[in-house]
């Protein structure tokens, strides 16, 4: 299974991206998607997870009200809509395919993961 993110670059702050991921087999069509992010000197973080049927989501507190994770089974894609964003939103962005079919914030529950496409939010 591969995992291919695109859509970062660099935006001013109260501005927005829209991230991509394309996962390269149906494998995902059961699986729930999630993105995570790590920025410079941190550690890795949840960001959002939708569930194989797409009606469950869960974000984290930080992006919550600002980031809207979708997907689209058809196309093997899962997107990540940030608007509102903040310069602590400065990270490299990470796709995964979960192991299970239902939303989590647990880094352990996911089995594949992408390279990442890097947002970098200017104040």
């Known amino acids: 299974v591969q995992l291919q993110a695109s859509g970062g670059g660099l935006v001013q702050a109260g501005g927005s991206l829209r991230l991509s991921c394309t996962v390269s087999?149906?494998?995902?069509?059961?699986?729930?998607l999630g993105w995570f992010r790590r920025a410079p000197g941190k550690e890795r973080e949840f960001v959002a997870s939708?569930?194989?049927?797409?009606?469950?989501?869960g974000y984290a507190d930080s992006v919550k009200g600002r980031f809207t994770i979708s997907r689209d089974n058809a196309k093997n894609t899962v997107h990540l809509q940030m608007d509102s964003l903040k310069p602590e939103d400065t990270a490299i962005y990470c796709c995964?395919?979960?192991?299970?079919?239902?939303?989590?914030?647990?880094?352990?529950?996911?089995?594949?993961w992408g390279q990442g496409t890097l947002v970098t939010v200017s104040s």
């Open positions: 995964a395919v979960s192991r299970y079919s239902t939303v989590s914030s647990r880094a352990e529950y996911y089995a594949y």
């Open positions: 939708i569930s194989w049927r797409g009606g469950d989501t």
């Open positions: 087999k149906r494998t995902a069509t059961n699986n729930a």
